[in-house]
């Protein structure tokens, strides 16, 4: 299974949730993509601390041109998620076309007891994901079947390929995914689970949500997981 971290510029809890994969699966294999504004420079210059330990825990690194950015427009709970999310698991999907079994996840997650990467590493799927309520619909008229949580999926890139890229527009990216991703599975056919340690904010103590780097710090020593 490949191990793959979507970055935008929080490069610093990229790593503690890298440095969390690499401590509890020592072999696994770790991409990771950055997104810059302008330049790949941007991660590089002035960031020799963080490249190193990026190199010493093995992690195969890619440089992308960041497409959407609206400043200081959040993206939490709103629909630029739609794009922001989007983008990361398009461009990833895009960098595994040949793999198998790709668990796609953003900055902020880590993990504490290695029990959600062990589920998805002992079961076979096309798609694996995680429920996470939203909001009403913006551009759909109702609900999906299941709403996605975008901060973590895994995929069967290659047997999907022909779903991707998913569209990129302003709408909830629980309701986006649902949609382009989980009911289209579903009506192909395709072997579809929930992850059983994730469901909205209860992580079941394999991590937790939040997007506070203390709190990751916090949490990673608490179970004994070194970090830089």
Not at 72 to 88: C, L, M, Q, V, W
Not at 164 to 189: H, M, R, S, V
């Amino acid at each position: 299974m490949v191990v793959f971290f979507k970055n935008y510029k929080r490069t610093d809890r990229t790593l503690l949730s890298i440095q969390s994969v690499r401590f509890l699966f020592p072999d696994i294999d770790i991409r990771c993509v950055n997104l810059y504004d302008n330049s790949a420079d941007e991660y590089l210059y002035g960031c020799e601390r963080q490249m190193q330990i990026f190199k010493q825990c093995n992690v195969k690194l890619y440089f992308d041109k960041k497409k959407w950015n609206f400043g200081s427009d959040s993206a939490f709970r709103s629909a630029n998620n739609g794009y922001y999310f989007t983008e990361g698991i398009n461009k990833i999907q895009s960098l595994t076309k040949n793999e198998k079994k790709v668990l796609i996840i953003d900055e902020d997650t880590f993990f504490t007891t290695g029990e959600t990467i062990k589920f998805l590493l002992n079961n076979d799927f096309d798609l694996a994901c995680s429920h996470w309520i939203s909001f009403e619909p913006i551009i759909y008229k109702c609900r999906p079947k299941f709403e996605v949580n975008g901060s973590i999926i895994c995929i069967n890139s290659k047997k999907l390929n022909g779903l991707f890229p998913i569209i990129e527009q302003a709408e909830y990216i629980e309701t986006l995914l649902g949609y382009e991703l989980y009911d289209k599975c579903i009506d192909l056919e395709f072997k579809v689970i929930e992850i059983a340690t994730r469901y909205d904010q209860n992580f079941f103590g394999d991590g937790c949500w939040t997007n506070d780097i203390e709190k990751i710090k916090e949490e990673l020593t608490k179970a004994n997981i070194p970090y830089e």
